[in-house]
């Protein structure tokens, strides 16, 4: 089959690759019908998660068609049509049961690179590196699941692949970025970011009762989007961010404020992980706002600092005096995907959140490494690209 492949820091592309076998009774193959990029797909394609490999196959937002099936597996069947959730679920651990689908206890076949960074393994997610499990992902024509009855998410017939793909990361990032903001009714929601996580975030926000949300890029067409889902938003190329926040917000702050933006390539102030593996004292200057600290300082005393970013090695000059002598919540972590999905689906029936909005680019697995280009530099307008893997 035809997978897009991690070959290099900054080189993906197409390659010839073993069609996927079920190897555990409880497996799944899918042929994948649709596959999306992710903003984390760019920290692999620009070199910050070490565990990556030449050969990986990438992916981890993708939808299909269930075309075998293990011996154990029970709820799916070959033909359904699923959807994916990129943290693994193995349905039986603690936090499993809890609900914290992207911390499970045995979804990470090898925990110890993890471990070894972070204390604790969080769960296996496809097509992101050798540090979530190795598993290979699902920019391609088929893909291996695993945990079959616990993660694939039959979908309506009905629904199109473009309004219910997103269901698979984005939507319920965006969605769990605003309920850990604990809005309350009045409150004003900044969003750094006004990228595909950013979009759903805002959009969560209002469903969740935000009065006002301010968007916050550099983008004109991400800025465009934010302001037609009622955003107010700010260009932090021409306006100076705080002081603009505070002017909208009556000099308080935003009650709370979300880092849609994570680990950034230009020089984020941040050290990715191989460097923070290699050289953990070294201090990076940020040559533009960093959107983590920009968060701290811009939030309102006793506020909530959400961040759906994602971030892998150790972070410095996050100021630590702001977050504890405001009195601030801060709340993050990998989507629990699997505890919105009934929710958010009705949503998407409802017509409350139109998640098509947000796919500027719709082109084949073959084209994959260009949209990869243009969807990290944000060429050509691009907000989201969607692959067809058999176009
Ligand atoms: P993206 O790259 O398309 O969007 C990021 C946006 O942030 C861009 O529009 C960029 O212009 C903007 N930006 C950069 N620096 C900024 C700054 N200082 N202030 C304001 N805006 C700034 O990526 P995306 O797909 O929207 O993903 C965003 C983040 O969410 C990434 O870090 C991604 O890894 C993360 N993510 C997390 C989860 C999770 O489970 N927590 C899931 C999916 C994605
Ligand atoms: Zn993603």
Not at 134 to 142: D, E, V, W
Not at 182 to 188: A, E, K, W, Y
Request: with cysteine.
């Amino acid at each position: 089959m035809k997978a897009l492949v991690w070959q290099g820091v900054n080189r993906v592309g197409i390659e010839r690759v073993p069609d996927p076998e079920i190897l555990q009774p409880t497996d799944a193959i899918v042929r994948v019908t649709s596959t999306a990029i992710c903003g984390s797909d760019l920290h692999l394609l620009d070199g910050y998660v070490p565990s990556v490999t030449h050969g990986d196959i990438l992916g981890h937002e993708f939808m299909g068609e269930v075309v075998e099936v293990g011996s154990e597996v029970r709820k799916i069947k070959k033909g359904d049509r699923v959807i994916v959730p990129f943290p693994i679920s193995c349905g039986k651990c603690w936090y499993c049961q809890q609900g914290m689908t992207s911390l499970c206890d045995n979804s990470n076949p090898n925990p110890k690179l993890a471990e070894t960074m972070w204390g604790h393994a969080p769960a296996g997610i496809y097509g992101y590196s050798h540090i979530t499990g190795g598993y290979a992902g699902g920019q391609a024509q088929f893909v291996r699941t695993v945990f079959a009855d616990a993660n694939l998410y039959k979908v309506p017939g009905h629904l199109t692949d473009d309004q219910v793909l997103f269901l698979t990361d984005i939507l319920p990032t965006g969605y769990m970025a605003a309920e850990n903001c604990n809005i309350q009714p009045g409150d004003v929601v900044a969003v750094f970011g006004a990228g595909p996580v950013g979009q759903f975030a805002i959009r969560s926000a209002f469903l969740l009762g935000a009065e006002r949300v301010i968007a916050i890029d550099r983008f004109p067409e991400r800025l465009d989007l934010a302001r037609r889902a009622g955003a107010e938003t700010i260009d932090y190329e021409k306006e100076e961010v705080f002081g603009r926040l505070k002017e909208l917000t009556g000099g308080r702050g935003p009650d709370s404020v979300m880092d849609a933006v994570g680990l950034e390539a230009h020089g984020t102030g941040l050290l990715g992980m191989a460097d923070a593996v290699k050289q953990t004292t070294r201090v990076l200057e940020s040559e533009r706002p960093h959107a983590l600290r920009a968060a701290i300082m811009a939030c309102r005393k006793g506020g909530t600092v959400s961040v759906p970013g994602v971030y892998g090695g150790l972070g410095d000059k996050i100021p630590l005096g702001a977050f504890m002598n405001k009195g601030l919540t801060m709340k993050t972590g990998q989507t629990h995907v699997h505890r919105y999905l009934d929710l958010l689906l009705d949503h998407i029936v409802k017509g409350d959140i139109d998640p098509t909005q947000i796919i500027t680019h719709r082109l084949s697995l073959d084209e994959a490494p260009h949209a990869y280009q243009i969807f990290k530099q944000k060429h050509e307008g691009c907000i989201k690209c969607v692959l067809d893997p058999w176009a």
